[in-house]
C-alpha cells in the first residue's frame, strides 16, 4: 500500500524531501498514516469529552492556565 504515497515530501508547495528507496517511502508512510489516526482518535476522544466538561463541569480555559501556574514545576521553570 505504501507504493501508492508520493515519493516527495511537499510542504508549502515546495518540495523539501524526496524519498531515495522503499524503505524511506515506506517510513514517510506510515508516519503520516499514524499522524493522521491519532488525530481521528483524539478528535473522537479528547473533543466530546472537552465538551461534556465545560457544558456540564463549567471548565473554562481560566481554570486550565491557573491549574498549569500552580504546578510547581512550572513555578521553576518561570524562576530560571
Request: hydrophobic residues 50%.
Amino acid at each position: 500500500m505504501y507504493h501508492l504515497v508520493t515519493k516527495g515530501l511537499i510542504d508549502d508547495e515546495k518540495k523539501v524531501a524526496e524519498a531515495k528507496n522503499d524503505e524511506e517511502s515506506y517510513q514517510w508512510a506510515f508516519s503520516q498514516n499514524y499522524m493522521l489516526h491519532l488525530q481521528i482518535a483524539l478528535n473522537m476522544v479528547l473533543v466530546p469529552l472537552f465538551d461534556k466538561l465545560m457544558n456540564e463541569r463549567g471548565l473554562a480555559s481560566e481554570l486550565i492556565v491557573d491549574k498549569i501556574f500552580a504546578w510547581p514545576l512550572a513555578k521553576r521553570i518561570n524562576h530560571l
